[in-house]
């Protein structure tokens, strides 16, 4: 347990530095991420934040900062990483996935892609113009779903989604490894959900001295090593793939080189098998199309988890990983499957940015303005997650208590910051006296904004192509 004198000084010594994050309109864009924390019930709009008495400013300095204002992305990402320690002593679990900012309307917005969504009236997925924001979660063991948001980037309609995603990994690994939180643990774990190239991932990030884990789809077909040729003189190449391993048909796959068996008290009996040495079949298209030279051969672990019974009385089904790790890495089958478990951990988190503290409820124009206050969502997650320690449980007569061996959950961390934030202070200055400005001159009109379509990911959409920017919400 975290001592509150010193969670509370690690949560002053973050506020401060997040006031250094801003430049340009730094005073409102602090009281602007105060505004999100204290707010009374869910974030709807942007202009009632304006509303809050922690925003000392009026409703057009809170439009000016999120349009104008001036973010250390940089700093800020570097100042939400050296808030992260993990407790466990074992490798670092950071899953990677992405959601979306729905603009179906926004005409005049540029860079919106195709995003998958979910739609309610046949339960099939639909895509819906928006902008697709990657994350980089960090993950904890526990009886929590609380996760730290380390980083998010914007894909753009003519971005590389698998690009994006290692440039994250990377970006990641640096301030990790700056903070020291990589020092003396094994590699770090990236996990990853179906949808992404993990074999493209798997080889654009090998200097990167990480693991790649992530789920596969039944459908796919790896292959074994290539048998060595035998030199009898006959003429013609030399085999580059082995045996089918089709993930369609368990039964005629070979007997697994490592088992493990368990119990879950949510899925009862469990059982896990690997299969390693094995790779896929590329070719030349999608993103590895324009590859020089030989295509590689990406070798890794297949991961096949069975167990007894789902949630919701749902018919169970196999689930299939991917894995590959740096080269003397132990190979820890228990720790992998349940680390890919902890994955959905940012699920939650999701549906917290979005319902709560309102990350998509803003009608911002531009993506850059989108960007701004996606960073200030993160700023506010991250005071959260400092202070869960600090703030008191006010507890609804209808909600259960908190047991004392848990952490209250992100909304009651939320309820409780307005009474501890009267004892940490602001480093935000008071507003200048001022009176209105004159405003736009009579007569005067603007011309009709530029409509954009939405973007795609190339001409010519490869619909076998994991990375193209149809991605879920």
Same mark, same amino acid.
């Given at each position: 347990?975290?001592?509150?004198?010193?969670?509370?000084?690690?949560?002053?010594?973050?506020?401060?530095?997040?006031?250094?994050?801003?430049?340009?309109? !730094?005073? /409102?864009?602090?009281?602007?991420?105060?505004? #999100?924390?204290?707010? &009374? %019930? @869910? +974030?709807?709009?942007?202009?009632?934040?304006?509303?809050?008495?922690?925003?000392?400013?009026?409703?057009?300095?809170?439009?000016?900062?999120?349009a104008?204002?001036?973010?250390?992305?940089? !700093?800020? /990402?570097?100042?939400?990483?050296?808030?992260? #320690?993990?407790?466990? &002593? %074992? @490798? +670092?679990?950071?899953?990677?996935?992405?959601?979306?900012?729905?603009?179906?309307?926004?005409?005049?917005?540029?860079?919106?892609c195709?995003?998958?969504?979910?739609?309610?009236?046949?339960?099939?997925?639909?895509?819906?113009?928006?902008?697709?924001?990657?994350?980089?979660?960090?993950?904890?063991?526990?009886?929590?779903s609380?996760?730290?948001?380390?980083?998010?980037?914007?894909?753009g309609?003519?971005?590389?989604?698998t690009?994006?995603?290692?440039?994250?990994?990377?970006?990641?690994?640096?301030?990790?490894?700056?903070?020291?939180?990589?020092?003396?643990?094994?590699?770090?774990?990236?996990?990853?959900?179906?949808?992404?190239?993990?074999?493209?991932?798997?080889?654009?990030?090998?200097?990167?001295?990480?693991?790649?884990?992530?789920?596969?789809?039944?459908?796919?077909?790896?292959?074994?090593?290539?048998?060595?040729?035998?030199?009898?003189?006959?003429?013609?190449?030399?085999?580059?793939?082995?045996?089918?391993?089709e993930?369609?048909?368990?039964?005629?796959?070979?007997?697994?080189?490592?088992t493990?068996?368990?119990?879950?008290?949510?899925?009862?009996?469990?059982?896990?098998?690997?299969?390693h040495?094995?790779?896929?079949?590329?070719?030349?298209?999608?993103?590895?199309?324009?590859?020089?030279?030989?295509?590689?051969?990406?070798?890794?672990?297949?991961?096949?988890?069975?167990?007894?019974?789902?949630?919701?009385?749902?018919?169970?089904?196999?689930?299939?990983?991917?894995?590959?790790?740096?080269?003397?890495?132990?190979?820890?089958?228990?720790?992998?499957?349940?680390t890919?478990?902890?994955?959905?951990?940012?699920?939650h988190?999701?549906?917290?940015?979005?319902?709560?503290?309102g990350?998509?409820?803003?009608?911002?124009?531009?993506?850059?303005?989108?960007?701004?206050?996606?960073?200030?969502?993160?700023?506010?997650?991250?005071?959260?997650?400092l202070?869960?320690?600090?703030?008191?449980?006010?507890?609804?007569?209808?909600?259960?208590?908190?047991?004392?061996?848990?952490?209250?959950?992100?909304?009651?961390?939320?309820?409780?910051?307005?009474?501890?934030?009267?004892?940490?202070?602001?480093?935000?200055?008071?507003?200048?006296?001022t009176?209105?400005?004159?405003?736009?001159p009579?007569?005067?009109?603007?011309?009709?904004?530029?409509?954009?379509?939405?973007?795609?990911?190339?001409?010519?959409?490869?619909?076998?192509?994991?990375?193209?920017?149809?991605?879920?919400?």
């Amino acid at each position: 347990m975290t001592d509150p004198a010193v969670a509370r000084a690690g949560l002053v010594e973050f506020r401060a530095g997040l006031y250094r994050c801003f430049g340009r309109r !730094a005073d /409102a864009l602090f009281e602007l991420v105060d505004a #999100v924390l204290t707010a &009374d %019930g @869910p +974030v709807a709009s942007l202009v009632e934040l304006s509303l809050e008495n922690v925003f000392r400013r009026g409703h057009g300095a809170l439009y000016d900062a999120v349009a104008c204002g001036e973010v250390d992305v940089a !700093a800020l /990402a570097t100042l939400i990483s050296r808030t992260w #320690v993990p407790v466990d &002593d %074992g @490798p +670092v679990k950071i899953a990677m996935d992405v959601s979306a900012w729905p603009r179906p309307d926004a005409v005049t917005s540029e860079g919106r892609c195709h995003c998958y969504t979910a739609c309610r009236c046949d339960g099939m997925r639909k895509t819906i113009p928006g902008w697709p924001f990657s994350f980089a979660a960090g993950l904890e063991w526990g009886a929590s779903s609380w996760t730290a948001v380390l980083d998010a980037a914007r894909i753009g309609p003519d971005d590389d989604a698998t690009v994006v995603t290692v440039a994250q990994i990377a970006a990641v690994v640096a301030r990790l490894t700056a903070a020291g939180v990589l020092v003396g643990r094994p590699a770090a774990v990236f996990v990853f959900d179906s949808g992404y190239d993990l074999t493209r991932i798997t080889h654009l990030a090998g200097a990167l001295g990480v693991q790649v884990l992530g789920r596969v789809r039944s459908d796919r077909v790896f292959y074994t090593p290539a048998p060595r040729r035998l030199r009898d003189g006959r003429p013609g190449r030399p085999k580059l793939h082995g045996d089918r391993f089709e993930l369609s048909n368990p039964a005629a796959l070979p007997t697994a080189e490592q088992t493990l068996s368990g119990h879950s008290s949510r899925y009862g009996a469990v059982e896990v098998s690997a299969w390693h040495g094995l790779h896929q079949k590329l070719s030349s298209q999608g993103g590895w199309k324009g590859h020089v030279g030989a295509l590689p051969i990406v070798a890794g672990t297949v991961i096949r988890i069975q167990v007894e019974r789902l949630p919701g009385s749902r018919a169970p089904q196999d689930l299939w990983l991917w894995h590959t790790a740096p080269a003397g890495t132990v190979f820890d089958l228990d720790l992998l499957w349940k680390t890919y478990l902890r994955r959905f951990d940012v699920e939650h988190t999701f549906r917290f940015l979005k319902s709560v503290l309102g990350w998509t409820a803003p009608q911002v124009r531009t993506p850059q303005q989108g960007e701004r206050w996606t960073w200030l969502i993160l700023a506010a997650h991250a005071q959260l997650r400092l202070a869960r320690t600090l703030t008191v449980d006010l507890r609804r007569r209808w909600e259960k208590t908190v047991a004392a061996d848990r952490p209250m959950t992100p909304g009651r961390v939320r309820r409780g910051f307005p009474t501890l934030r009267r004892h940490l202070g602001t480093p935000a200055r008071r507003p200048k006296p001022t009176i209105p400005g004159p405003g736009r001159p009579k007569g005067t009109t603007r011309p009709p904004r530029t409509r954009h379509g939405v973007g795609k990911t190339r001409s010519k959409v490869d619909r076998t192509d994991p990375t193209r920017h149809h991605v879920k919400g």
